[in-house]
């Protein structure tokens, strides 16, 4: 069988974190009732003139400096035509050949590997409407109904360079690109809500070709788990195909997340297709460089550079770093627990093992979990002082999230204080020892287990309060 190479570039479109619309001062509000949030200009009435909003170069220069791109000094806008019934205007106004941001790069690490994939250009646009359809996807709807609130949203479409190479490494591109642009603040990136969304094309070729394979479009993916699924499934459909004897035909595809497949929408449209022309009622974009400086000086510190600070602050390993910085809410919310901390890594283990496990199940963000850093901070603390054994630890945790007191609260409460009185755990020792002679000669024979079994019964003895590493010593020496 044939061994093919996919080939995967994302355009990814970001809603930017504006009050106002792009062209007109319509609020920009999520969720409100379909057809509230729109005027003359934005619903495409005949005379009505767009107005630009300055905070939309703003963010994009942002978004541009933060992804390493250069930033154009003159770029202006240009009138994307096509009918489709959410775009009222019968055309968008977008950015063709002179776009505000040209290069960048976003670095990614898969398996260990870590690999630089390119961006082509970040454009500024504004969005369409939305389409409410009547069953799951376009294809199997009877009706849809249009919603023009969207309409005129500011976005930024940023396009990647045909870099990645499995779905793996398109989804680890995206989830770089969501954390960004949540540092900088510039997108909400709830991709629940749309206001982050991509189009995916990919392509298959053989091993060893020098050209790329026919690409496929997938439109508006909106969670990593929806790319990730649909790359897979299209690369094997375009296998399949290709095997067959078929070519693969260019075309915009939708993915069926109930049925897990991509769908066909319509051919693939070519940029002649558009009849891009120069937007007649907005003058062009001229930036200097007091602009751009202004701008670049409200850089916050980005995923990159403060992963390598916990890395170089805290010792830790790369792969927890790099989980904590993945959301700007979790790596403020460890950067104000390891404050009072006394174990950096400790406050790690938390967020990255219960902490999550705990957020998973209830479906909610670190930004709506209840326990206060300092609280965090306080129950490591607890077990780095060896008040509490890792057990007692979790029976602490879990008291944690249902009451707002304080773990040295909740301890004295429950009375869970770790023993770690000599005196109290030699006398457990010595009763066990004398309780178990089979397992003492285990021991003193080589068995290791035999140890771990006594441990354990003391430690049922003192209803886990026993300081384990205590008690392991004790044992030890008693059985020497």
């Not at 934005?42 to 300055?54: H, I």
């Not at 909106?222 to 693969?248: C, M, P, T, W």
């Not at 790690?348 to 998973?360: C, E, I, P, Q």
């Not at 326990?371 to 057990?391: F, Q, R, W, Y």
Request: proline letters at 4%; one cysteine or more.
């Amino acid at each position: 069988m044939t061994r093919y190479i996919t080939v995967i570039g994302l355009e990814v479109h970001a809603e930017l974190k504006t009050k106002t619309k792009a062209f007109c001062s319509c609020s920009t509000e999520f969720g409100s009732t379909p057809n509230t949030h729109v005027c003359p200009v934005c619903l495409g009435m005949p005379g009505a003139l767009p107005v630009l909003n300055k905070q939309v170069v703003d963010f994009a220069i942002k978004a541009g400096l933060a992804l390493n791109c250069d930033i154009q000094k003159y770029n202006k806008f240009d009138r994307k035509n096509y009918f489709y019934p959410d775009l009222a205007k019968n055309y968008q106004i977008s950015q063709f050949d002179k776009p505000i941001c040209l290069g960048g790069h976003i670095d990614i690490v898969v398996e260990g590997e870590h690999k630089r994939i390119g961006i082509t250009r970040i454009h500024m646009e504004e969005d369409a409407g939305k389409l409410n359809h009547s069953g799951a996807t376009i294809s199997t709807s009877d009706s849809s109904a249009v919603d023009y609130n969207r309409a005129g949203v500011p976005l930024i479409e940023i396009v990647s360079e045909p870099d990645m190479r499995s779905a793996a490494e398109a989804r680890a591109y995206m989830e770089n690109l969501k954390a960004i642009l949540e540092y900088t603040d510039v997108c909400d990136c709830k991709m629940q809500e749309g206001s982050l969304r991509c189009d995916a094309n990919i392509s298959i070729m053989p091993e060893g070709a020098k050209e790329f394979g026919t690409r496929a479009e997938i439109k508006n993916l909106n969670s990593f788990r929806a790319l990730e699924r649909a790359i897979n499934y299209e690369v094997e459909r375009q296998k399949e195909i290709l095997e067959d004897g078929g070519h693969v035909v260019q075309e915009t595809r939708t993915w069926d997340e109930a049925n897990g497949v991509t769908l066909s929408m319509r051919s693939k449209e070519e940029a002649h297709d558009y009849r891009y022309f120069p937007e007649p009622d907005l003058v062009p974009v001229q930036l200097d460089d007091a602009w751009i400086e202004r701008i670049r000086a409200t850089l916050p510190e980005l995923p990159a550079q403060r992963q390598a600070r916990l890395m170089s602050e805290h010792g830790l390993p790369e792969y927890d770093a790099s989980q904590i910085v993945s959301t700007k809410a979790m790596a403020e919310y460890f950067d104000e627990a390891v404050k009072t901390a006394k174990d950096s890594k400790g406050v790690s283990n938390w967020l990255l093992g219960d902490v999550s496990a705990y957020m998973n199940n209830e479906g909610i963000t670190i930004s709506e979990f209840k326990v206060a850093p300092a609280h965090l901070a306080e129950l490591v603390n607890l077990t780095k002082d060896g008040v509490l054994s890792s057990k007692l630890a979790k029976k602490v945790f879990a008291e944690m999230l249902k009451s707002d007191e304080s773990p040295k609260a909740l301890v004295k409460k429950l009375g869970l204080e770790q023993v770690s009185d000599e005196g109290a755990i030699l006398k457990l020792v010595e009763e066990t020892i004398a309780e178990n002679p089979q397992s003492v000669i285990d021991y003193k024979n080589g068995k290791d287990k035999a140890i771990g079994f006594l441990v354990g019964q003391i430690m049922k003895k003192s209803r886990g309060k026993a300081n384990p590493g205590m008690v392991t010593k004790m044992l030890k020496e008693k059985m020497v």
